[in-house]
């Protein structure tokens, strides 16, 4: 192996073998060098041993590594070689170190061990792929900093996140559900690295807790073109006429079970409940209707499934088609609407307010909550039952209710 003063002069002038590889080693510093292959690939080297064996590590190609650089590089390995390290071993350590720390393998890890024993796992993860992990994907998450928290806010909050289809997504409580979700994340990873710290801090909210607040409410008018449309969308049509019968949040409904309904009782366990409780809601007779309708897949146990393995989730495209079949809106309108719809109009159809509460499964407050452990399910059921009549009047209301007009003379 020939063996010369190695200067950028040098290396220049260094020709490529035909065939095979030729190494360089420099008489300045021995174990350094060039190897230069015959497609004129130029690259650093140090050779050393450790316990005997003889190690070769590459440092850099040649010129986008210079010969200083390489020199103080190849320096450093000697170095460490002599204070007993094995500088081979101790970059697999730092490569595996760099892994786990890469930001979608401690997301994952994530969904998997924390986020998964919560209801709103599915909407965590969608937050993230959708949101989050197109932009940091590849980052160290020690080194995402504050203002990429920022500028990752700012991209949300400005309806700036591109879904590929022609969608931009986003805006200010997408931003806060967003920074919900990645502040979860810092924390949950801060409790298990010593030297990590969350860049999230507070003032990051885009919005107000009040201006978050919605009040919308579809009305008669909406409910009566909505309704008849429900027929020619499926699986999705079925579930939203129950969001109005049982005033249940989206995914409670969708997950439903055969084996939670008991004659005309269901029964949405606390496993799968906000609140943690078990709540009970009477099927009224419009309810069980839409229930006794839904064909069984396999022997699946899901009501609301195209696959028989998991619930229907697929509610962003089938909203979408139901607007687009819905000319008649006000003005746009979410699926968590519909809860409040129906709370108001057990309301009109006179339910007293403790009852409608406890049929939405919130919890009550003060002693009344403590003491009382009467299960209100008769109360529920008439309450139920006058929702669904509520419901009937408005899309097919009286002929005494319709106004005629006079002919034209």
């Known amino acids: ?47 050393y041993r450790v316990n005997g064996k003889q190690r070769r590590e590459t440092i850099g190609r040649y010129p986008a590594v210079t010969l200083a650089d390489a020199r103080k590089r190849a320096a450093a390995i000697f170095e460490a ?134 009040d919308r ?56 409940y906000k609140t943690n409780r078990a709540n009970v809601i009477p099927l009224s007779s419009a309810a069980l209707e839409v229930i006794n309708r839904q064909p069984r897949l396999g022997g699946s146990d899901l009501m609301f499934t195209t696959s028989g393995r998991t619930a229907f989730s697929g509610f962003s495209k089938a909203k979408r088609k139901l607007d687009e079949a819905l000319s008649e809106a006000e003005q746009p309108w979410t699926l968590h609407d519909i809860r409040r719809t129906a709370r108001t109009l057990m309301t009109r159809a006179g339910v007293r307010p403790d009852i409608a509460e406890r049929v939405l499964g919130h919890v009550i407050a003060g002693v009344e909550g403590v003491y009382d452990r009467h299960g209100y399910e008769p109360e529920k059921r008439q309450a139920l039952e006058a929702l669904a009549t509520m419901i009937e009047r408005i899309v097919d209301p009286p002929a005494d209710n319709v106004v005629s007009l006079p002919a034209k003379q």
């Not at 192996?1 to 290396?11: E, F, G, Q, R, S």
């Not at 993230?128 to 700012?154: H, K, N």
């Not at 006429?241 to 309904?261: C, H, K, N, P, Y």
């Open 1 to 47: 192996m020939p063996k010369m003063m190695l200067t950028d002069a040098a290396v220049r002038r260094l020709k490529a073998p035909t065939t095979g590889q030729v190494d360089h080693f420099d008489q300045a510093l021995p174990g350094f060098g060039l190897r230069i292959s015959a497609g004129e690939v130029r690259s650093w080297f140090a050779f």
């Open 81 to 214: 070689v002599r204070g007993g390290a094995d500088p081979k071993e101790t970059r697999k350590r730092e490569k595996a170190h760099a892994e786990a720390r890469r930001f979608e393998v401690i997301v994952e890890a994530f969904l998997t061990r924390h986020a998964s024993r919560n209801r709103t796992a599915d909407e965590t993860r969608r937050v993230f792929e959708r949101y989050v992990l197109p932009t940091w994907r590849g980052r160290q998450i020690d080194e995402i900093s504050r203002r990429d928290v920022a500028e990752l806010l700012d991209k949300v909050e400005d309806c700036r996140i591109d879904v590929g289809d022609g969608r931009m997504l986003g805006g200010p409580v997408m931003a806060d559900r967003t920074l919900a979700a990645i502040r979860k994340l810092f924390n949950w990873y801060a409790a298990r690295d010593d030297r990590f710290v969350s860049p999230v801090v507070r003032g990051m909210s885009r919005t107000k807790p009040k201006d978050r607040a919605r």
């Open 217 to 272: 409410v579809l009305s008669d008018a909406e409910i009566r073109a909505l309704w008849p449309l429900l027929d020619d969308h499926g699986i999705f049509g079925a579930i939203v006429r129950l969001l109005f019968l049982t005033a249940q949040r989206r995914d409670e409904v969708a997950s439903m079970r055969r084996s939670e309904i008991s004659g005309d009782v269901w029964t949405i366990p606390a496993a799968r």
